[in-house]
């Protein structure tokens, strides 16, 4: 989808990416990140989830990996400016990580303590700046030279 100052301008990289959504990683025959996990399962995956957020270096790690390995995902999720970036990536990381989807994911978020949290924060902040840098191209390096920002 494009905006009106993007259309017919071939110079310009669309702003949001879309894709449809069986083309969409996440989402496997089972329900991959937003299935509902079996009442079994779930202490084991929020322990889990919370034991990776936790850890900021391998957490920083599997999201990573989700951007690896989930490109078309990652690209309409990251993209999306009302989605929370932070969260969908987290999310993604620990599914991948742990196989802990995003219902267990957030419950194992809030076991974890503030510093935790903002460790966790900052990991998947990083990882995200790096992938928008990734994206630039040569046009938006240049004209960042001459922003005020």
């Not at 110079?11 to 079994?40: C, K, N, Q, V």
């Not at 990573?64 to 989930?70: H, N």
Request: glycine share 6%.
């Amino acid at each position: 989808m494009r905006n009106r100052n993007e259309i017919g301008n071939p110079a310009i990289r669309p702003s949001r990416e879309h894709y449809p959504y069986t083309e969409l990683e996440e989402f496997h025959p089972d329900g991959g990140m937003w299935a509902i996990p079996r009442a079994s399962e779930r202490d084991r995956f929020i322990e889990a989830s919370a034991a990776l957020m936790a850890d900021a270096a391998r957490f920083a790690d599997s999201m990573r990996r989700a951007l690896a390995e989930w490109p078309k995902s990652c690209e309409v999720a990251l993209t999306n400016p009302g989605m929370n970036h932070k969260a969908w990536l987290g999310h993604a990381g620990c599914f991948l990580a742990t196989g802990s989807p995003e219902e267990t994911t957030r419950l194992g978020w809030h076991t974890l303590d503030d510093g935790e949290q903002w460790a966790a924060n900052d990991a998947a902040q990083t990882v995200i700046t790096e992938w928008r840098n990734e994206r630039k191209t040569l046009n938006d390096r240049q004209l960042e030279m001459w922003s005020d920002a």
